[in-house]
Nanobody
C-alpha cells in the first residue's frame, strides 16, 4: 500500500527555521520525482520544490535561497529545510511523488500544518 507520511509541522516565529520530513512506503522510491507543495488558507496549492530522481532540485522563486529540499533514496524519504520563514508561508505542506512510465502514477501525503506566527 502506497503511503506518504509527512511530519514536522508546527508553529514557528517569523524569521525562524523549521524542517519537514516525508517517509514513503509501497513504491519504488528511486524512480519517482518527489516534491513539496503547500496550500495556504484561501490559496491554491503551489509547488515549493521538485527533486528529480537524478537529485536535481527546482525551487519556486519565492523560496530560493531560503529553503533546501533533499532526498535519501536509501531511507526513501525527503526533507525540506525552511529558513527565514514568513507569515504568508503559513500553509499545509504536502509531500508528492510522481512517475511517468507507461502511465502516470502520482501520490500525495496527507499534509502537515506549518504556522508562521509570533
Amino acid at each position: 500500500q502506497v503511503q506518504l507520511v509527512e511530519s514536522g509541522g508546527g508553529v514557528v516565529q517569523p524569521g525562524g527555521a523549521h524542517r519537514l520530513s516525508c517517509e514513503t512506503f509501497g513504491f519504488i522510491f528511486q524512480l519517482y520525482a518527489m516534491a513539496w507543495y503547500r496550500q495556504g488558507p484561501g490559496k491554491q496549492r503551489e509547488l515549493v520544490a521538485l527533486i528529480t530522481p537524478g537529485v536535481l532540485v527546482n525551487y519556486s522563486d519565492s523560496v530560493k535561497g531560503r529553503f533546501t529540499a533533499s532526498r535519501d533514496d536509501a531511507k526513501k524519504t525527503i526533507s525540506l529545510q525552511m529558513n527565514d520563514l514568513r507569515p504568508e508561508e503559513t500553509a499545509v505542506y504536502y509531500c508528492y511523488a510522481r512517475f511517468e512510465g507507461d502511465y502516470l502514477r502520482q501520490f500525495w501525503g496527507q499534509g502537515t500544518q506549518v504556522t508562521v506566527s509570533s
